[in-house]
């Protein structure tokens, strides 16, 4: 009954959002009678709105996170400054900024808080009346936004800024976000369109953007924290999460029998069958483009071209220099299984310590030393003898888990033979069943009726 | 009952796409890697648009027709625009290069 409602409510939302054209804003009238000044404007009849996103993780890229180990406690982690082989860089090392001439003589202006909704000024994680003034609420909210705007620039004094559209034009088509306002970070995440998740949210290979649904619509925020769910690599969180049984609840089939594999599969294991994006990148060979700019070594696949790994999973995170991904078993009472994507990242490791290093990416971009890039970083961080640690570094694979939580599909989700034929998708061995288990779960008996029987239906 | 609806929306959606594709034998693929000289749209309304791009090998242009939804609206709010870099696959037909793949090779 409460799930019926829940769904209800959200079917009558997305109908409402896709039939009607979305209401107008009511703060419409004004901001056309006194223009857009930035949040101030908003300000005036959403006060406080500014001061409260500059404690969210899309301003700080980072948030204490309690379900991944060998972390400190005290210390918050995210994109800010975490190392690992998705994004060797981060927004400390990797600071925007002018990288150095290629060999064609050109410099460009990029680096990892160019997904950030400041003005470089107000940088990731600033606080203060400056930082509430630079937030850049259209790049979210408006569906008329100048992207030619939003793009770093030097300004008089030689700072390196953000830039973004400020236009009246912009904000008088204020609304709850679309798609397109979450994409314009989402979809290039990690290096590249669709490199980092294969999140490719749009009828052909998504059953809910097939509806008609938007991000927010699943992703519903209040007060800007964004619910996540427990990706093994999504660290930071606003401390709200998600779960596909919010709204479906745990007994979403007619079918008893999809019910009852609820207890120990996730539902992502049924239903998103397919993953993509980049499959392994090498950080410590970067390849030269024909601009003579130079980039990572990437494997990339597209959306739903890849298979996802099954893995136990307890919503808690092993994190090793060479392997970030979920802990659980079989045994424990808390762990289901999840789909991963597994992605394979090289990069250099410190030959003192043993841990990951992390990189600037601007000198390999403008000459392919990868290690000039270690030392950058390594000085950045403060470490003793960044040349030293450069030169020794040793490269090396670490093994990454992603979730699989998009591109959820209903017509070609796993059914009954996928995984209990004798070649079906689950390594039942591998995922701690016994000889004797096996044989059971591999049986025709186990499945045989019940897909005649759905064979009957279908005709 | 459900199912038969199901079965007749997945089959109308076949053919959808495929006459997006616009028709059954398939042409071959041309991949190519260039950057964008100049981008040809009517307006905010516009379905169909014309990217020349120039190849970062051969140096030579040659005249993209866009047709699907994202890579317009792209062009309409100008997340891509003349100078980026772009990875295109396309098809020849009618004597148009019609795009099945648009995408800038660029990331963060």
């Keep these: 009954m409460k799930r019926a409602k829940t769904i209800g409510t959200a079917l009558a939302a997305l109908l409402y959002a896709s039939g009607a054209p979305a209401a107008e804003h009511p703060g419409r009238a004004q901001i056309e009678k006194d223009g857009y000044k930035g949040p101030a404007t908003c300000e005036e009849c959403h006060p406080g709105t500014a001061k409260q996103f500059l404690g969210t993780v899309h301003w700080k890229h980072a948030s204490k996170v309690d379900n991944v180990e060998h972390l400190d406690p005290k210390v918050e982690y995210g994109m800010k400054n975490r190392i690992y082989t998705m994004c060797n860089g981060n927004d400390v090392v990797n600071n925007l900024k002018e990288i150095p001439k290629n060999s064609a003589g050109h ?22 009346p400056a930082a509430e003034a630079a937030v850049d609420c259209l790049v979210c909210h408006s569906s008329d936004y100048d992207f030619r705007q939003r793009k770093p620039y030097k300004d008089a004094q030689g700072r390196v800024v953000m830039g973004q559209d400020r236009s009246t034009k912009a904000a008088l088509a204020v609304g709850k976000p679309g798609v397109k306002n ?70 979403p089939h ?17 239903h998103i069958p397919h993953t993509g994006g980049a499959v392994a990148k090498d950080f410590t060979v970067w390849e030269q483009g024909e601009d003579k700019f130079w980039e990572p070594t990437t494997l990339k696949r597209d959306a739903n071209e890849t298979v996802p790994v099954y893995a136990w999973y307890n919503k808690t995170v092993r994190n090793e220099p060479h392997f970030i991904g979920p802990k659980g078993s079989r045994k424990d009472g808390k762990s289901k299984i999840y789909p991963f994507k597994i992605y394979m990242g090289k990069a250099f490791y410190d030959k ?84 004797a288990e096996v044989k059971k779960l591999t049986n025709p008996e186990i499945y045989f009726k019940q897909l005649v029987e759905m064979q009957k239906q279908e005709w | 009952m459900k199912r038969a609806a199901a079965v007749l929306l997945a089959a109308a959606r076949v053919l959808l796409v495929v006459l997006a594709i616009g028709g059954v034998a398939r042409a071959e693929e041309i991949k190519m890697v260039g950057v964008i000289t100049k981008i040809d749209i009517s307006g905010p309304d516009a379905k169909v648009a014309t990217a020349t791009l120039k190849d970062t090998k051969s140096e030579k242009t040659v005249d993209i027709t866009v047709k699907d939804d994202l890579t317009l609206d792209k062009f309409k709010d100008h997340r891509i625009v003349e100078g980026d870099e772009i990875r295109c696959k396309y098809e020849v037909k009618d004597g148009k290069n019609v795009s099945n793949y648009f995408r800038k090779t660029a990331g963060c």
């Design chain 1, 107 to 128: 410099s460009k202006l990029t680096g990892c808080n160019t997904c950030h909704p400041g003005n470089h000024i107000s940088d990731v994680g600033s606080t203060g």
């Design chain 1, 254 to 270: 007619k079918n008893a029998d999809y019910n009852r594999h609820v207890a120990k599969i996730a539902c992502q294991t049924c």
């Design chain 1, 352 to 435: 003192e310590t043993g841990k990951l290093l992390s990189m600037d990416f601007a000198p390999p971009m403008a000459t392919g030393n990868a290690r000039a890039g270690v030392e950058s970083a390594a000085r950045t961080l403060g470490m003793k003898d960044p040349a030293a640690v450069a030169k020794n570094a040793v490269p090396g694979w670490q093994t990454i888990y992603f979730a699989s939580s998009h591109l959820v599909t209903k017509g070609k989700a796993l059914n009954c033979v996928n995984c209990h034929g004798v070649n079906g998708v689950l390594n039942f061995r591998e995922l701690g069943y016994s000889e």
């Design chain 1, 182 to 251: 979450c994409m314009v970070c989402h979809e290039s995440a990690g290096g590249g369109v669709l490199i980092k998740r294969g999140l490719a949210f749009n009828k052909e290979n998504d059953a809910h953007a097939a509806k008609g649904m938007v991000c927010v619509d699943c992703h519903k925020s209040k007060d800007h924290h964004v619910p996540t769910g427990f990706d093994p690599n999504n660290w930071a969180n606003d401390g709200v999460r998600l779960a596909c049984s919010d709204c479906h609840g745990d007994k």
